[in-house]
């Protein structure tokens, strides 16, 4: 091992290993004692086994789901219009996605407040049209537009970059061929963007299933989900224990989920290199 890597791996140990290492002690113990009297224990997560807890995590997993279908849907379209641009312009659309990005995650959910609010934009425009005022905030709806407008960039950015990447001379070497434009992309451009694909699932879901700032703001405390159950017991309640064990389930649950979609993402190289 080389001198230079020392400074990262004395990062890692410290910003990653270190709070690990205190998430699980608190995870395992049941009080706040002295090190030499801690007291171990698997209570915290036998906890989680409540069928209160498992409606949660259900709730949190449906919405990440919803909204990970959703910003699929909504990002493959954009990434192939983007990738099919000249450079100049693609670039410049690139950096609609990213610039947004560039402001506080808060903000950014703060603003939809503004909008869908009774008093809001959206509101104020249907009003002047002759209709009443409609409930666009507290429910599923403002929960999944938050999650939908916050991560549809995690998804474009990673299918993008595979697209782009994807040799034109393929395309038209099929259509010499006689390939209508569907089986073109049923048969060439779809299952080279797979890796795409996967990485963009993956870093949507991640981050929905865990949330807790979009719920808190745009269901108006009304929707506990797994982030906010988790942030529940380490400010409100202070429970650490519990929330670190909370922590530990998600983090294996997330490990899980990303093992699933790399094999996933395996299997589907493996076929195309075989054909």
Same mark, same amino acid.
């Given at each position: 091992?080389?001198?230079?890597?020392?400074?990262?791996?004395?990062?890692?140990?410290?910003?990653?290993?270190?709070?690990?290492?205190? !998430?699980?002690?608190?995870?395992?113990?049941?009080?706040?004692?002295?090190?030499?009297?801690?007291?171990?224990?698997?209570?915290?997560?036998?906890?989680?086994?409540?069928?209160?807890?498992?409606?949660?995590?259900? !709730?949190?997993?449906?919405?990440?789901?919803?909204?990970?279908?959703?910003?699929?849907?909504?990002?493959?379209?954009?990434?192939?219009?983007?990738?099919?641009?000249?450079?100049?312009?693609?670039?410049?659309?690139?950096?609609?996605?990213?610039?947004?990005?560039?402001?506080?995650?808060?903000?950014?959910?703060?603003?939809?407040?503004?909008?869908?609010?009774?008093?809001?934009?959206?509101?104020?425009?249907?009003?002047?049209?002759?209709?009443?005022?409609?409930?666009?905030?507290?429910?599923?709806?403002?929960?999944?537009?938050?999650? !939908?407008?916050?991560?549809?960039?995690?998804?474009?950015?990673?299918?993008?970059? !595979?697209?782009?990447?994807?040799?034109?001379?393929?395309?038209?070497?099929?259509?010499?061929?006689?390939?209508?434009?569907?089986?073109?992309?049923?048969?060439?451009?779809?299952?080279?963007?797979?890796?795409?694909?996967?990485?963009?699932?993956?870093?949507?879901?991640?981050?929905?299933?865990?949330?807790?700032?979009?719920?808190?703001?745009?269901?108006?405390?009304?929707?506990?989900?797994?982030?906010?159950?988790?942030?529940?017991?380490?400010?409100?309640?202070?429970?650490?224990?519990?929330?670190?064990?909370?922590?530990?389930?998600?983090?294996?649950?997330?490990?899980?989920?990303?093992?699933?979609?790399?094999?996933?993402?395996?299997?589907?190289?493996?076929?195309?290199?075989?054909?």
């Amino acid at each position: 091992m080389k001198w230079t890597s020392y400074p990262y791996l004395l990062w890692i140990i410290i910003f990653i290993l270190v709070p690990l290492v205190l !998430v699980l002690l608190y995870a395992i113990t049941a009080t706040e004692e002295h090190i030499s009297n801690l007291e171990f224990t698997l209570d915290n997560f036998n906890r989680f086994l409540d069928p209160k807890y498992f409606d949660v995590l259900w !709730v949190s997993v449906k919405l990440a789901l919803q909204s990970t279908v959703m910003t699929l849907i909504l990002g493959y379209p954009i990434a192939i219009l983007i990738a099919k641009e000249k450079p100049s312009k693609r670039n410049i659309l690139i950096s609609l996605f990213i610039i947004p990005m560039w402001m506080n995650f808060l903000l950014r959910t703060y603003a939809w407040l503004t909008l869908l609010g009774k008093n809001g934009i959206i509101n104020f425009i249907i009003s002047q049209l002759g209709f009443g005022p409609l409930d666009l905030l507290y429910n599923d709806g403002a929960v999944l537009l938050g999650m !939908v407008y916050n991560f549809l960039p995690f998804m474009i950015l990673p299918i993008y970059s !595979v697209l782009v990447k994807i040799d034109n001379s393929l395309m038209e070497s099929a259509e010499d061929l006689g390939a209508n434009k569907f089986q073109v992309f049923t048969k060439i451009t779809l299952p080279l963007s797979i890796p795409g694909i996967i990485t963009g699932i993956t870093m949507v879901f991640m981050p929905a299933v865990s949330t807790f700032v979009i719920s808190r703001l745009l269901g108006g405390g009304q929707y506990m989900l797994i982030g906010n159950l988790v942030e529940q017991q380490f400010l409100w309640v202070g429970d650490w224990h519990f929330g670190s064990a909370i922590s530990i389930i998600m983090m294996i649950f997330i490990l899980l989920t990303m093992a699933i979609t790399a094999k996933f993402d395996t299997q589907k190289k493996g076929s195309r290199g075989l054909w």
